[in-house]
């Protein structure tokens, strides 16, 4: 995801001197409490803390003020303005210099619970832009997108998984507005794309935790329109949506049940939690009865099905006993080299050929993801290269990528209840240059899973925005999946 709270068209005229509008700098949307500072400074002066405010839905909100905001959503298409008072007011066409510093905090990504109390400490994600900025009163528009493409050849009887994708793969699009919620499905069955839908139920839903009945009528529409089915609901459990202390284990099942009775209205048979406590799945499994819900933990990179971390989960599943819990693998465990769209990232963040070498080399290691991150930045320190103009990379190409052999999902393949197809690139030969789709698609087939393989592109996190268009990529990768199904049971 482009790590920028900035863009092109962000500087505007405001009566009181400029004002910027925002980009949630995240893919999903957050609560104002997220944000934890915000540093503005114009033609290279600094403007006083006190003469910033943040403007959202028309109420106006001094910096001090934000982090109390636990019950304010900024949605991510929203864009509230950073209004700063200044001697005189901007005009159009004026250029100036703007540089931004803003933290934030990501709510449902805790390192460590808080103690007697308190808050807990999160992921934080930080932003430093500098631009040279025209002062505008539009949007950047968006591109047309060519949608001519080979129509997808029909679902066969013995194809063993059915398609489909989550709308994640389309963030930054999304984020960018460049689709509203309508378009983006629309977009999504002119490639012939589906007819699995996924969801991240924080990225997608305007009045997130709730669906309300406006937005239910519209889902069913459009998949009526489209003939899609629901594949899974994605859940976070924002556990540090206040910033004075995390939630309390009642806030955790109440949060919860929230979403759980969305993804049952919006026609949901699974939901991908991201909590296993075993005190909070005791208190949901009657829920997850009641609604007829799956509940899947997802298994993400850096770890795999046997990792310490997610063997705890298997011993809460065995103690639990419930045909209702399972998994989601995703393929962003299982990779053999790293990404050439992260490689590609990198590179315009300064590494030289070099330094990239390197970045491999000790991402091939056997060593834990924190080990060889630390390793990283120790090696881009001894050659005087600050880690920070990397921003977010240095950690996410060892958090995003891991390397476990894709036999290993044979151990679990009974509790699998929903795949994450990720992918990062399809090359000219239509393959996976990181993932080997054609031995994972063996694994799945002879394992016997029969469930919904959801296209998952992520390389929004690391490519520039409009460097591709997704979608068209998601097409190619089901058309990988589809070849590669057919000669696992041609073999088979």
């Known amino acids: ?58 109420v106006r909100y001094a910096l001090p003020d934000l982090p109390a905001q636990s019950e304010t959503l900024w949605y991510l298409q929203e864009h509230p303005l950073l209004i700063a008072k ?8 004026e250029q100036h210099t703007v540089q931004l510093i803003g933290e934030l905090r990501l709510p449902y990504m ?25 002062v505008t009163d539009t949007d950047v528009p968006a591109p047309e997108l060519t949608t001519a493409v080979t129509p997808p050849p029909p679902k066969a009887d013995g194809d063993p998984f059915s398609l489909g994708l989550t709308l994640y793969s ?30 991240v139920a924080s990225q997608v839903l305007p009045t997130y ?25 994605g859940a976070n459990l924002d556990m540090g949506r206040r910033r004075d202390r995390d939630m309390t284990p009642d806030e955790e099942y109440e949060f919860t049940q929230t979403l759980f009775h969305g993804a049952k209205k919006l026609g949901f048979p699974l939901v991908r939690i991201q909590s296993a406590k075993p005190e909070l799945l005791r208190r949901l499994l009657p829920l997850a009865e009641d609604l007829e819900l799956k509940l899947a933990y997802e298994i993400h990179a850096p770890l795999g099905p046997n990792s310490p971390e997610i063997m705890k989960v298997r011993d809460v599943y065995a103690e639990l006993d419930s045909p209702l819990l399972g998994f989601v693998a995703d393929f962003s465990s299982t990779m053999h080299s790293m990404s050439p769209t992260l490689l590609r990232a990198v590179r315009r963040a300064g590494l030289d050929d070099e330094a990239v070498q390197r ?8 060593a834990p993801m ?55 690139d399809i090359d000219d030969q239509g393959n996976e240059p990181a993932i080997d789709y054609p031995e994972l ?52």
């Open 86 to 93: 200044t001697d005189s007011p901007v005009a159009l066409g």
């Open 370 to 424: 924190r080990a060889r991150q630390e390793e990283f930045i120790a090696y881009l320190r001894g050659r005087d290269f600050d880690p920070a103009r990397l921003g977010s990379f240095a950690h996410l190409a060892f958090n995003m990528h891991g390397h476990i052999r894709p036999a290993e999902w044979a151990d679990i393949m009974p509790q699998i209840m929903h795949v994450h197809a990720k992918f990062y």
């Open 209 to 233: 935790p709730n669906v309300t009945d406006d937005f239910a009528r519209s889902w069913h529409e459009a998949f009526d329109k489209h003939g899609f089915t629901a594949s899974s609901f």
């Open 441 to 492: 698609v063996r694994v799945f087939v002879e394992g016997g899973y029969r469930g919904y393989w959801s296209s998952e592109w992520e390389g929004h996190a690391f490519a520039e925005l409009g460097e591709v268009d997704p979608l068209l990529l998601v097409r190619r990768q089901h058309d990988l999946i589809r070849k590669s199904m057919r000669t696992a049971l041609a073999s088979a």
């Open 359 to 366: 970045l491999q080399a000790i991402w091939a290691t056997d």
């Open 1 to 58: 995801m482009p790590n920028g709270l900035l863009d092109d068209a962000s500087l505007r005229t405001h009566p009181e001197g400029l004002a910027l509008a925002l980009t949630l700098p995240w893919y999903r949307s957050l609560w104002l409490s997220s944000v934890s500072s915000l540093r503005l400074t114009v033609d290279g002066q600094e403007i006083p803390a006190g003469d910033l405010t943040l403007e959202l839905d028309g």
């Open 170 to 199: 389309a963030s930054a699009e999304f984020r960018a507005g460049w689709y509203d919620f309508d378009g983006l499905l629309n977009r999504v069955a002119e490639l012939g794309i589906g007819p699995g839908i996924e969801i």
């Open 110 to 134: 805790q390192i460590a619970p808080g103690q007697d109390g308190g808050p807990g400490m999160y992921v934080p994600n930080f932003v430093n832009q500098t631009l040279e900025l025209t």
